[in-house]
């Protein structure tokens, strides 16, 4: 079974600069999707970003970035130049095509963007 | 806006009640998921539906049904319910999310949630 791990449960940064989100997933497919997504408090959620499997090359959408490492099975979410409307939950999932695309999330990190 | 949209926005109940929470996903999209997220916590999925079929089921109690309809509308009846079914329940859609099909991009993209309140 596909399992995604956050490993920080709470992040803060200062506006302006820039943070990186850790998340880890478990897979025996060599095929998948990954995605970042944002929960404000307004608990709507937002794609940030998307990742497939096969690119080796990162995602990049403005100014948010991924760190897609394979073999390591890491894909971490960089945000740079911080803004207070960044303050959210962030979610991190997988999907795999050969399981009907259903998404396995992980627990979240929380980030507070800070004036 | 993500084009998905579910209704009702909140819903307070009692326990023992039913209720029907209903979906209507982004124009083209076949594909319907649901998803549970109680207090603090990440999502569960729940199940999935393409084309008015049953798809995929994930973590759906036997009390929980669902089933998507011709206009590919869906809804999800919750019955019996008791106090720990309180949680944010979101309805994503998806152009396909067939199995197998790598090619698919199957981007999920989710509706604003129904808050479900059972006192």
């Known amino acids: 079974a596909q399992t995604v791990t956050q490993s920080q449960p709470e992040m803060s940064v200062q506006e302006a600069e820039t943070v990186t989100l850790s998340c880890t997933y478990d897979t025996s497919e060599s095929n998948y999707y990954l995605f970042w997504y944002k929960q404000p408090p307004s608990r709507q959620m937002i794609l940030v970003i998307r990742?497939?499997?096969?690119?080796?090359q990162n995602a990049t959408e403005n100014r948010f970035s991924v760190n897609f490492q394979k073999a390591a099975k890491s894909f971490s979410l960089k945000i740079s130049d911080s803004q207070l409307g960044d303050t959210a939950m962030y979610f991190c999932?997988?999907?795999?095509?050969?399981?009907?695309?259903?998404?396995?999330f992980g627990a979240g990190t929380r980030l507070t963007v800070k004036p | 806006d993500s084009g998905v949209t579910q209704t009702p926005k909140h819903l307070i109940t009692a326990t023992g009640q039913r209720v029907t929470l209903r979906c209507s996903p982004r124009?083209?999209?076949?594909?319907v998921y649901w998803y549970q997220q109680s207090l603090d916590q990440g999502l569960q999925f729940l199940i999935q539906y393409y084309n008015g079929e049953e798809r995929a089921k994930g973590n759906i109690l036997e009390r929980f049904s669902a089933q998507q309809f011709p206009d590919l509308h869906s809804e999800l009846n919750l019955s019996s319910l008791e106090l720990g079914d309180s949680a944010l329940y979101f309805c994503a859609s998806s152009v396909a999310g067939l199995a197998g099909e790598v090619s698919s991009t199957d981007t999920q993209y989710f509706g604003p949630g129904t808050r479900l309140t059972v006192l």
């Open positions: 990742q497939e499997a096969y690119k080796q």
């Open positions: 999932a997988f999907a795999s095509p050969y399981n009907n695309n259903d998404m396995r």
């Open positions: 124009s083209g999209d076949l594909s």
